[in-house]
């Protein structure tokens, strides 16, 4: 079920502060921003080859992401991998012991469907799911 890695999420505080370094220091473009509510984070995106890199800022010290940076730092927060059945990836993932943060997938960055695993369930990487909406 899983296709390919799709992106990997990277907690920032400021968008505006990272953005230029990803375009002057490593030639990137940003190809795409967006809000994502339900997450309450702003997003930019990075075309490489076949992956995306997309930047998370917090919209709000009580987001997922600002959670993590206060933790963490700024740095790598997730991996996502394409799925041609993010249903059935969830219910794999359940079957082998993975811990669902999300049981139902919901509407995330780029009009995609989204569900997280547990880091701790995930040998320290939280993880994502994500497909096309039908």
């Not at 930019?44 to 930047?55: D, K, P, S, T, W």
């Not at 989204?114 to 040998?123: D, G, I, K, N, Q």
Request: include cysteine; charged fraction near 20%; glycine fraction near 8%.
């Amino acid at each position: 079920m899983i296709t390919r890695i799709d992106h990997l999420g990277i907690a920032v505080r400021s968008l505006e502060a990272s953005i230029p370094y990803y375009e002057r220091a490593l030639g990137l473009k940003c190809e795409h921003r967006e809000e994502v509510a339900s997450q309450q984070v702003r997003t930019a995106f990075f075309h490489v080859g076949e992956v995306h890199l997309e930047l998370l800022e917090p919209m709000s010290p009580e987001s997922p992401v600002a959670k993590f940076i206060e933790k963490n730092g700024e740095g790598v927060h997730h991996v996502a991998f394409a799925t041609t059945d993010i249903a059935g990836q969830l219910d794999q993932a359940r079957a082998a012991g993975a811990r669902l943060i999300h049981e139902v997938p919901f509407e995330g960055a780029a009009g995609k469907l989204v569900a997280f695993l547990h880091p701790r369930s995930t040998f320290g990487v939280l993880t994502e799911f994500c497909a096309p909406k039908p």
